[in-house]
Structure formats: C-alpha cells, structure tokens
C-alpha cells in the first residue's frame, strides 16, 4: 500500500476516531446519563447486538435511497439543461426550485404518502426531492461559466447548436454535477428515513428507531442514527469514488504516458517550462 | 518529525481518549436520576413542582392539571405547579428521570421500560383505569374480529401497539401474515382518505378525531373487549429522589388532582372551557376538546369508582405482555412499577 493510499484512510479515519473522543469525552465530563445519551462504544453495541435486524433494514433505506438519488440526479440535470437552452424557461422554474427547497419536506411527506401508499414511492419521491435542487443548480452554474468566446468560435465555425452543447457545454457541468451530486449524497438519506418515518409497510429503519425510541432503549436510537450516518458517509464517498473514475483529469496532474493527450501536461502554464 | 509521525501520533491521541473516556461505567449515575431530593418549601410558601406532560404539545388531558391551577385546588394543597412539555413523547419519562421535573404523566409501557432501564421513577396514580385503546374504522365501515383479515392497519410504531395488536389478531384467529400493518406519523387523514382500512389508538384521541372531522363516530373495536389485558394506558409518576424528599408534596399533588377531576367530570364543558382559556392556542377545535376530555372521563374511574388506585395485577399484565413481544426481558416484582402511597383516601 502506498504511502498516499494510506494517508488517504488513515486521515480520515482519525477523525472518525476524534469525533467518538470528543462525544465520548463530552458524556462523561457532563455526566449525562446512559438513558440521554450514550457513550459511542454502548450505540456501537446496540448496532452489534441488533445487526441481524439491522443490516436488512439498512439495505431496504439504501435502496431507497439509490433510486431516489438516481431520479433526482436525473431530473436535476434534465431541469438545468433544459433552463440554460432557454433564458424565459430558466427565469420561469428558477424561483419554483428555489420554492421548492423552501418547503419542510415534512409538510409535504404526509400528503406524499396518502398520494403514493405506503411502498418505496414516496420515499424516492421524498429523495428525490432533495436531490435534484443541488444538482440543478450546481450544473445551472456550471453551463453559465462556460467561455462565451469558446461558444461564438465554435458557433463562427459552423458548429450547430447541438455540437456546441456536446463538445463544450457538456463537458463543462461535469465538474458542477460531481459538486451537486456530493451535496445530495450527504442529504439523501435523510429523506429517505422522513419518508420511512410518515409511512410505511412492515419495518424500516425509521421504524425501528422510532421502536426503540418507544421502549426508552437510546443506545439502539443513537446506534441507528450511526448506522444512518454510515450510509450517508458511504454513498457520498461512493460518489467521490465514481467522481475519480469518470474525472481523472481533476484529481490526477501527472502526465498521461498512453494515448490521447500524451503530449498534454495539464497543469502545463503557457511559459513553463516543457 | 515528518507529516506521518504527526498524523500517526495524532490517531493515537485520538484512540487513547476514546479509550479513557470510554473506560468504565456509570451505572450509579444513570440510576440516581436528578440531582436527589428537593427541600421543602419555607413555611407558607407553596412548594415549587415541575411537572411534565406525556406529549409534547397540550391537549385535553390536561384538563384536570389545568383544572387544579385554576380553581385553586394546586394552592390550598400548598403546590405551585409548573406544566413542561417534552421534546418527544418518547422522552416524557427521560424528562422525569433525570430531574427536569419532579412529577409526569406517562404512559404506563413507559413505566414498564423505566423499570427496566432503572430511571428511578415509580407510578402514584393510574390517570385512566382502564384500556382504551382499539382498533377504528372511518364511519359507516362496520368494524369485528371476523372482518380484520386482508386488512390494512395502521400503528405508530410504538410499544402500546406492538404489545396489544397480537391479541386481537389471537381472537381473531389471525395472525400477523393476516392483515397488513403500516407504521403511519399521522393515521386519521390516512384512515378518513382509505388509505388505511384499519386504524390504531386510544379512543379519547381517535373518536374525538374522526367526530370533529366528520361529524359521525368511527367504528371501533376495543382491545380490552377483544382478547387485550384492561390495562390503563396513563399513569402519574414520581422521580424517586424528588418523591424522597418531598412525600407530603407528592401526596398533595395528587389530592389536587384528583379534585379537580372530579370537578371536570361534574362540569366537562366548563372543565374544556377552562383549558382552552388557560392554552388559547392549543390547535384544536372546542368540538374535539370536549369529545376527547368526555371519552377520557370513562376511564378515569376505576370499577369502586376510585381514582388512581392501582393493583399489582394490571402491572403484571402489561408487563407480561410486552415480554411476549420480547421489550422485557422479565416481568419485575409489581411493586418497582407502582406505589399507592402517595393516595390520600380521606
């Protein structure tokens, strides 16, 4: 393993280890009792003990939050595309993405539910909603920065409108779409337990927090919320993880040694040195 | 030292004090609950009580709280009662435990997990006697053991739910693969739209609900009737230090009370007027104040007509049936769930 590749894991597993410090730390300097707030390593147990109720549960809040994440990405960047061809289409949707951002999702989860049932609906729905405002509005921004001069060249040699968007406008939301998908990678679960939480079929993560809520057994409340939590660090890096693959060129500055671009540096300056 | 031996002697601070603050228990401390017994009040001076409610916003059942502080009977018993709410109802006993206040209303699966956890609290009174929870549908929709099956009902998750649905499902000669449960936020909209066929909870809630929406009763089903043990739902609670302490506060507490009950069963609308004077913005209508406080006042009384009277039977039930759904690991001796001593008989 290489010495970045290991200071890639170990740095941020030090805060994670930081994070359970201080919150350990903060228990007991308070005193606070066990029924208020547990110590890390009691919620960890609970996690442990209930793992074979929890990990089917924590698979169904996943899928839920896959598809809802998809649909949300999908319709974010459909919506900014669709509002950076036409400037009356922008001005008419902006201020409702914005609106739509300023509704407590929770306002609209019950009425979500008494509309789609009780199934996986309404929590897409819920995600979706969440998602696709950060991704709209980071590839909104996106296609406004892209070089006008870039454009009108294009454009002066012939290129059409549809080429221009491909060959120019495209690649310039990668960056801003990568940034909105990480903004609605962290937020995504949490739509889907509020969407658990207003209604659902059989058990769910929400649920059983809300169960062990009832019985008083805060270790199991604070070890899902971990477990929600983890879900929500995992997609996100998962997020990363594809935003390395599918953009080497962000995180990469060394020479290429193969194929197109060989002769590119990109952190190449014009007066550098070759 | 190169950037790796400080990140590497960071992690092992960071590890040796999750270790330190992690090491040991507090077992002692968790079950003390509070900062221990209060001081009796100056001579004259009424004594300062902070009680917590069951939920976290008021409704009718504080009818007899509100009834008490008004009429005067919290002051000629010599109390100056202090209503909180907590943040979730959840945490109603949590809030008792840990000395935020001195005196709550609970419900009595509450009670049952207090004892487990040992939060230091024990019921002084039943608020209501009897079960009155059950199984509802929207008017005009018959509702009996033999039309449950294929059902779709709802519940909120909670323990009460959990513990009493079996039982009825057991009568019905169904069991959990029967009939759809659905864990809702909010079951009334979802069972007046059909969205659900089935709803669950307490009658002075569910029926006030649906009359105040429809003007017509629901159809109920009453556990209690069905196979579920009659155990009261509600009960007054003391923190054990606070109770220490302070006995003879406790003990007018709930002489205060328990006339002001009376007196709000004498006169209900007066009683519902009263609260809605005292909490204008209580966010319900009159119509289903005054039909949740009358249902509630069914159940207030036990069967000698007594109030707050409790008996190691209906501790015994409710705790048998939530080990038969595995929250209790065991049935306690009923008296860690109770004590009488705080009733005043005369």
Known sequence: ?274 | MNRTRILALLLALAVGALVAACGGSDSEEAATGGDGATSAAPSGEPTKLTVSYSWPTVDFMAVPLVVADEMGYFAEAGVDVELIFPPDPASSAKVLATGDSDIGLITTTDMAFAVKEGLGITAIGNYTTSNNWGLFTKPGTPIALDTLKGKKISGYGDSWTKAMLPFVLDAAGLTDGDVEVVTVDWDLPLLLNGKVDVATNTTNFMVSGVVDETGEQPGVLLAKDNGAPDVPVWVYAVNDAFAEGDAEAVTAFLRAVGEATVWASDNPEEAVKMFEQAYPDNGYTTTFNTAGWEDTLQYVRGADGSLFLMDDAQWTALAEALKGIGELDEVAPAAEYYTNDFISMD
């Open chain 1, 1 to 274: 393993m290489s010495r970045s590749t290991l200071r890639a894991i170990l740095i941020p597993l030090a805060s994670v280890v930081l994070v359970f410090a201080v919150w350990a730390a903060l228990i007991r300097l308070f005193g606070v009792d066990s029924f208020v707030a547990p110590t890390p390593l009691e919620a960890l147990g609970a996690v442990r003990e209930d793992w074979s109720i929890l990990w089917p549960l924590a698979l169904q809040t996943l899928e839920e939050t896959i598809y809802g994440f998809v649909a949300g990405a999908v319709l974010g960047f459909v919506l900014a595309v669709g509002m950076a061809q036409t400037r009356i289409v922008r001005d008419l949707l902006y201020p409702v993405l914005v609106g739509s951002q300023a509704v407590p999702i929770i306002a609209i989860a019950a009425p979500l539910v008494i509309l789609l049932g009780f199934g996986i609906l309404p929590k897409v729905v819920i995600v979706a909603w969440i998602v696709f405002f950060p991704v709209a509005v980071s590839v909104l921004d996106g296609l406004a920065r892209v070089d006008p001069d870039l454009v009108a060249l294009a454009r002066a040699m012939g290129g059409s409108r549809a080429r221009i968007f491909r060959v120019i406008r495209l690649p310039a939301t990668v960056g801003p779409l990568f940034s909105g998908l990480k903004i609605g990678a962290t937020y995504a679960v949490t739509g889907a337990v509020i969407g658990e939480l207003v209604g659902s079929t059989g058990s769910s993560l929400a649920g059983y927090q809300r169960q062990a809520n009832s019985s008083l057994d805060t270790a199991a409340v604070w070890g899902s919320t971990l477990l929600m939590t983890a879900i929500g660090i995992g997609w996100f890096l998962l997020v990363v993880g594809i935003e390395r693959l599918a953009t080497p060129w962000r995180t990469r500055s060394t020479r290429p040694r193969l194929g197109f671009g060989a002769s590119i540096r990109p952190d190449h300056r014009p007066g550098d040195a070759p």
